[in-house]
């Protein structure tokens, strides 16, 4: 009898364990799901681009998207985010250098749909798109955030499956706006619609910027 207690307090046991697990994951998803999907600086260049390239020329770009913000998690992960926080000017001074470079992303973006603009001539890159998770002040926002959250402590296991679901969810987030971007390009053809879809995404990245002093 006693043995089948034990058994039965094991197994309630691993079910809470289990439990416990699933809405972490839950919550982990639902956190990188709502901090990525949402309109900003990535979001709007990978929209821009699809339009301008189409879905497998701007494909790279996602990946570099994913690339990047893998490597800021692990940066973050191993200090730099408490670093961020126990120094607050530097914090102030990246969003201020993010938040000019990407106004000048912005007026390339306004400009992109003006015919022969040597500046949109080709897309983001994945080099490119990786190294721009540095510049974007949203992303380290959303990283030094949810690895605070989520890895309070030092942990090696926490922090690979932390960035491997992370991972997945800006991969799919990136893909999606890729996708929804090269569908309005196959709507816009013309170059007047082609300059005022351009100037509406370049309103929207300049309004995300203002969304990260808020």
């Known amino acids: 009898m006693f043995a089948h207690d034990a058994?039965?307090?094991q197994d309630?046991?691993?079910t809470d364990v289990f439990d416990d697990r699933m809405r972490d994951l839950l919550a982990v998803v639902a956190f990188a799901f709502a901090g990525t999907v949402s309109p900003g600086?990535?979001?709007t260049l990978l929209w821009a681009s699809g339009m301008r390239f189409g879905f497998l020329k701007t494909l790279p770009h996602v990946v570099g998207t994913v690339i990047g913000m893998g490597a800021l998690i692990?940066?973050?992960?191993?200090?730099?985010?408490a670093l961020l926080r126990a120094v607050p000017q530097l914090e102030l001074g990246l969003k201020i250098v993010g938040s000019l470079y990407l106004l000048y992303v912005a007026y390339l973006v306004a400009g992109s749909g003006a015919v022969g603009r040597a500046e949109?001539?080709?897309p983001l890159g994945l080099w490119r798109g990786a190294l721009f998770q540095w510049t974007n002040p949203k992303a380290w926002v959303f990283v030094v955030a949810a690895v605070?959250?989520?890895i309070p402590e030092a942990s090696t296991t926490s922090a690979a499956a932390f960035l491997v679901v992370v991972s997945i969810v800006v991969a799919v987030s990136s893909t999606t706006w890729a996708a929804g971007g090269t569908a309005l390009g196959r709507l816009v053809t013309d170059d007047r619609r082609r300059r005022i879809a351009s100037v509406v995404l370049a309103v929207l990245l300049v309004l995300s910027i203002a969304?990260?002093?808020i």
């Not at 692990?74 to 985010?81: F, I, T």
């Open 211 to 213: 969304l990260i002093w």
């Open 41 to 43: 600086p990535n979001n």
């Open 74 to 81: 692990v940066a973050v992960s191993l200090g730099l985010g």
């Open 148 to 150: 605070g959250t989520f």
């Open 120 to 122: 949109a001539a080709r």
């Open 12 to 14: 309630l046991a691993g």
């Open 7 to 9: 058994k039965n307090v």
